[in-house]
């Protein structure tokens, strides 16, 4: 596992084997991994998810999911959940991301 600085945090993820300290890379993750925890009010750290505070930009019901596009620090996120999800435009949300599901990319 590594830690990568990102403008969104600190995030724990799985590196490309050979990768190295300082090295500029790109994390990714599927839109469908990241789940919804709570209205924003910075949830503690379990050890296998990261967890990010951001707000609720748009929401488009798509039939069988949310589409949502969530901003964290100046990051847009674009992320698929599941239909009966709450969330409108403006609400402070909690996510979670699993670690396993975070990849780290060189550039």
Request: hydrophobic content about 40%.
């Amino acid at each position: 596992m590594a830690v990568v600085s990102t403008s969104c945090g600190a995030l724990r993820c799985i590196p490309p084997e050979g990768a190295g300290a300082g090295e500029t890379v790109t994390v990714i993750f599927r839109p469908e991994d990241v789940h919804v925890l709570g209205n924003g009010s910075g949830g503690g750290r379990s050890s296998d998810e990261n967890i990010l505070t951001g707000e609720v930009a748009e929401v488009m019901f798509v039939g069988e999911a949310l589409e949502c596009q969530v901003v964290v620090g100046d990051t847009r996120m674009r992320l698929k959940l599941h239909p009966a999800t709450k969330v409108a435009p403006g609400q402070k949300i909690d996510l979670a991301i699993p670690v396993d599901r975070c990849r780290v990319l060189a550039e």
